[in-house]
């Protein structure tokens, strides 16, 4: 089983930074992936970014220059700087782990409110 605890969350003005870090622990063997989804009112939670070992970072179209995903294996911690916040990147944001093998599996942390105002 694999927790994941996220921090960072809170209030910015348009234009502003936040960074949101989340640690994991538990057995993360096997865990190749790790990112951030984002879940606005009314909407489909989307990916925001993730790393992943064997083929590195992926953004959202919309956060691509703005949003810098990194990974530390040592620390456990996948972290989420977001420069040039907007409104439209309000939401609940969630730190999610993935593994595929020995098998396919989802971890999800509780989530951290961001909003930001115009």
């Known amino acids: 089983q694999v927790q994941l605890v996220e921090s960072g969350g809170g209030s910015a003005q348009a234009g502003g930074s936040l960074r949101l870090s989340c640690v994991a622990s538990?057995?993360?063997?096997?865990?190749?992936?790790m990112g951030w989804y984002r879940q606005a009112p009314g909407q489909e939670r989307q990916l925001v970014a993730t790393?992943?070992?064997?083929?590195?970072?992926e953004y959202a179209d919309s956060v691509k220059g703005r949003f810098t995903v990194t990974r530390d294996n040592n620390r456990n911690t996948v972290d989420l700087q977001m420069n040039s916040l907007k409104p439209e990147d309000t939401a609940v944001y969630f730190c999610?782990?993935?593994?595929?093998?020995?098998?396919?599996?989802?971890?999800w942390g509780p989530g951290t409110q961001v909003t930001v105002s115009s």
């Open positions: 790393v992943a070992l064997a083929t590195g970072t």
């Open positions: 999610h782990a993935h593994r595929t093998f020995p098998t396919a599996k989802d971890w």
């Open positions: 538990g057995n993360l063997y096997g865990v190749n992936v």
